[in-house]
């Protein structure tokens, strides 16, 4: 079976004047469907930066990434932005909702974009919702809903694409350790469901509610 992910010798080095800093260098990972992982390590370890090369958001200096057997290096600007809609769904550190919007719309707006017709959109963000557990808060708008609220909102406009992999950067950081854990949960249940789940975890003790940890040292994968 493919694996929703791999990396081969990925490396991300930027230039500073005379000096360049090798934020990643030569990592290699497999993810296979399902698998709910979180990536560790100390601040300056590459963390982020991992997480935006799975993510398409940036361009490895060298290296593959490879999502459900395709070879994302060799897709061009346009091609990319679809296949990370179609296949991505992020989840950010602060929330990144839309304020004058309720939960329901900021949840099925991903797939107006996809060009999902209005009526179906909204059924499946409710659905999405329900997961969650925000099945009575579909009315809100971020300013009625408590961060642990507005991250699940968050995480139900990312899986309600259904992509192959969710990525969550930071996503409990701004949240009490309870609220974390509510969270950490709710990422398993959705790896349960056949999603992939990814996160980047600022606590330890968070970041073992996952099936794996790969933990990053100065770019490089030290433990899996």
Do not use: C
């Amino acid at each position: 079976m493919t694996n929703a992910l791999e990396t081969r010798d990925l490396r991300k080095h930027y230039e500073m004047g005379d000096v360049t800093v090798k934020a990643l260098e030569g990592v290699d990972i497999e993810v296979e469907r399902g698998d709910f992982v979180s990536i560790m390590g100390p601040s300056g370890s590459g963390k982020s930066t991992l997480m935006h090369m799975l993510g398409l958001l940036d361009n490895p200096t060298s290296g593959r990434v490879i999502i459900d057997g395709t070879e994302t290096g060799d897709l061009s600007d346009t091609i990319k932005a679809r296949f990370r809609l179609a296949k991505i769904g992020f989840i950010f550190q602060f929330y990144s909702l839309l304020s004058g919007f309720s939960a329901l719309e900021n949840t099925y707006m991903p797939l107006l974009m996809n060009g999902t017709e209005t009526n179906e959109a909204k059924e499946r963000a409710k659905e999405a919702l329900d997961k969650v557990g925000l099945s009575d808060r579909i009315q809100h708008t971020p300013s009625e809903l408590s961060g642990g609220q507005r991250q699940r909102v968050a995480i139900a406009r990312a899986i309600v694409n259904e992509p192959e992999i969710v990525l969550a950067d930071e996503a409990t950081s701004e949240l009490d350790t309870e609220t974390s854990r509510d969270i950490m949960d709710t990422f398993r249940n959705v790896a349960e469901s056949g999603q992939t789940v990814i996160t980047v975890n600022h606590e330890e003790s968070l970041g073992q509610e996952a099936d794996r940890i790969i933990w990053l040292e100065d770019g490089e994968i030290v433990d899996r």
